[in-house]
């Protein structure tokens, strides 16, 4: 399973939740536009060629990982965006 996140300095990042198990654990869970804490993860290099976001790592997760909901941030935005100029 494949979440996209963004904080409130408007940085998006990738994360992957490994395997069957942290996927049902995690899946119904994980909602759009909340706000979570995640722990016990991994930071790694991400893989281009499976991402659309433009970070040069990505998280990942299995079973093992510690989510929980935050109270709202209306710091953070809803959605970013990387503009590029045209020639």
């Known amino acids: ?7 409130k300095d408007g ?12 996927a049902r654990k995690y899946g119904p869970m994980i909602r759009e536009n909340k706000v979570f804490l995640f722990a016990n993860g991994q930071v790694k290099l991400a893989n281009k060629k499976f991402t659309s976001i433009k970070n040069d790592y990505c998280l990942t ?5 510690d989510v929980a ?3 709202e941030d209306n710091q ?8 590029v100029g045209l020639k």
Do not use: L, P, R, Y
């Open 1 to 7: 399973m494949n979440v996209e996140m963004i904080d």
């Open 11 to 22: 940085t998006q990042i990738q994360a992957t939740f490994f395997g069957e198990e942290a």
């Open 61 to 65: 997760f299995d079973q093992n990982a």
């Open 69 to 71: 909901e935050a109270e």
């Open 76 to 83: 953070i935005k809803k959605q970013g965006f990387s503009f």
